[in-house]
């Protein structure tokens, strides 16, 4: 079976190709036979292809074209043609995944397109506008190029839609409920994914452990998964809630927002931008939402990089400390994603404060980013401390496996 995934995003367009053809079991998350990704701010009219096989072969390109359809036409056509050709025709594909970032309170699983999933997907565009009209034109697109190969949405907020009301209701009007507004979560992909991996390396059954995930990228989020299932998580009713992230603020007092909004006259828009855009790493730092630049930063001596830095632990900490509430407990942490994969200042500072459930970590000198996923608790710790790549295309990937070939 060769299966294609597709995370097509506002500006920028990611795809890979898993061949499983020669594959007799497919637990183990194999390495795409084939990557590319559509960048649209390279510059003004045109869109950065770039494309490569496992094998090492590749292009690069930029192209005259805006319609979003037509570069992923394009970068679809790099399977079949040129130094990054892997199929003999677009036949051979068996089915597309998609990753879409809001499902709503319906979709609690992942499902094959039709018209009532894609009517839902743009039904909740108001409560993803940054995400799910991308989502949807993906699936359109890809619908034009292989008109008879069915299609798999796959969706973040997904794996938290089984939280318990009292996590995922907000303390507002009871009328809120009715009109949708709620914690939905996100990221749930990846922390689906790490927990399961989580639970597959220590040689414990899901069922039986007690999980904190840490999703720490440009986009931040906990979630608190006990007995495999999604009990609590940082996200809410958007992404902005929460952690503080690489430009996004995360949680802060609504009132803030009044008084702005009085006081200095912010529109809607203007507050998006602040808090999405211009918050967060760089809003403090006033240099970067990356975190490798900011703790360099901060290594040099910059005031504003160290208090990014200081209040992005804090906050982790702190919210940290509410998921293990909510798990009652803690057997395993996971890292992951961007900074929780790279950075040994993080998981060190991070898991301070956790000594007195007897969690350790290795020594300092030991501390150090690998390749693959590992674990960095001392062998005496009282919980697991994993640092575990997320495998999101995988896991939309073995989602069309099991709606395609169920097990008996």
Not at 208 to 225: D, Y
Not at 236 to 263: A, K, N
Not at 375 to 393: F, N
Request: proline share 4%; glycine share 8%.
């Amino acid at each position: 079976m060769k299966i294609l995934v597709l995370n097509a995003g506002s500006s920028s367009h990611k795809s890979c190709l898993f061949d499983l053809t020669s594959r007799s079991s497919t637990d183990a998350a194999p390495i795409p036979v084939w990557r590319a990704a559509l960048d649209w701010t390279h510059q003004a009219d045109m869109v950065e292809l770039v494309a490569k096989t496992d094998t090492g072969d590749s292009v690069k390109e930029v192209l005259p074209i805006t319609d979003k359809a037509k570069g992923i036409a394009a970068m679809v056509q790099t399977l079949v043609q040129g130094p990054t050709q892997v199929l003999d025709d677009l036949s051979d594909i068996a089915v597309v995944g998609h990753r879409v970032v809001h499902g709503g309170r319906d979709y609690q699983a992942p499902v094959i397109v039709d018209a009532d999933v894609k009517a839902a997907i743009s039904s909740l565009i108001p409560l993803a506008p940054a995400h799910n009209p991308a989502n949807l034109q993906g699936i359109e697109a890809m619908a034009t190029i292989f008109e008879a190969v069915p299609q798999v949405a796959m969706f973040d907020t997904a794996f938290h839609a089984c939280m318990p009301d009292a996590a995922s209701t907000y303390p507002g009007p009871y009328d809120w409920i009715d009109q949708g507004i709620r914690r939905y979560g996100f990221h749930g992909i990846s922390h689906q994914y790490v927990a399961e991996r989580a639970a597959d390396l220590v040689g414990q059954d899901i069922a039986t452990l007690k999980i904190l995930t840490c999703h720490l990228g440009n986009g931040c989020s906990l979630a608190a998964v006990r007995h495999g299932y999604s009990v609590d998580t940082t996200m809410g009713f958007t992404p902005l809630d929460g952690l503080m992230m690489g430009s996004r603020s995360g949680s802060v007092d609504p009132g803030i927002l009044i008084h702005l909004m009085e006081q200095q006259h912010y529109t809607a828009d203007q507050l998006s931008t602040l808090l999405n855009k211009e918050s967060g790493l760089k809003g403090i730092s006033g240099l970067s939402n990356d975190m490798r630049l900011v703790v360099e930063a901060m290594e040099q001596g910059n005031y504003q990089a160290k208090l990014a830095v200081d209040m992005f632990i804090h906050r982790l900490r702190r919210e940290m400390g509410a998921m293990v509430a909510s798990l009652g407990g803690l057997d395993v942490v996971v890292f992951t994603a961007g900074i929780g994969e790279n950075s040994p200042l993080v998981w060190q500072r991070a898991c301070e404060p956790f000594e007195f459930l007897g969690l350790k970590l290795i020594s300092d000198n030991d501390l150090s980013q690998a390749a693959g996923d590992q674990d960095i608790a001392a062998a005496d710790s009282a919980v697991r401390v994993l640092v575990i790549h997320t495998q999101e295309e995988w896991a939309i990937a073995q989602a069309c496996i099991s709606l395609l070939q169920p097990t008996p």
